[in-house]
Nanobody, 115 residues
C-alpha cells in the first residue's frame, strides 16, 4: 500500500503563488509517474501536470507557463509550483502516483484563488 499526503494549499489572491507538496509513504519499490489533478466545483477531475521518474513533464494547456511540476525521487515526493494564479484555478488538487500497474491518490487539498 502507498499513502499520499498533500500539503501547501490555502487561500491566495489572484496573481499570487502557492507551492503544493505531496509525499508518498508505505511499501514503495519504485514510483513511476507522479502528478497532480484537480477538481473544481461542479466539474470533472482534470489532469494538471505529470512527471515521469526521469523528469519528463506534461501540462494541461491552461497552466502552461504558470505551473511547474517537479519531484524528488529520494524523498518519494512531488511538487507543484503555481504562479500567476487565477480564480479559475480554484479547485481541490489531488496528488497521484503509479507504482507498477497500480495508481494511488491522495485525499486532496483545497486551493482557493480570490479575485
Amino acid at each position: 500500500q502507498v499513502q499520499l499526503v498533500e500539503s501547501g494549499g490555502g487561500l491566495v489572491q489572484a496573481g499570487g503563488s502557492l507551492r503544493l507538496s505531496c509525499a508518498a509513504s508505505g511499501t514503495i519499490l519504485s514510483i513511476n509517474t507522479m502528478g497532480w489533478y484537480r477538481q473544481a466545483p461542479g466539474k470533472q477531475r482534470e489532469l494538471v501536470a505529470t512527471i515521469t521518474r526521469g523528469g519528463s513533464t506534461n501540462y494541461v494547456d491552461s497552466v502552461k507557463g504558470r505551473f511547474t511540476i517537479s519531484r524528488d525521487n529520494a524523498k518519494n515526493s512531488v511538487y507543484l509550483q503555481m504562479t500567476s494564479l487565477k480564480p479559475e484555478d480554484t479547485a481541490v488538487y489531488y496528488c497521484t502516483c503509479t507504482v507498477g500497474s497500480l495508481a494511488y491518490w491522495g485525499k486532496g487539498i483545497l486551493v482557493t484563488v480570490s479575485s
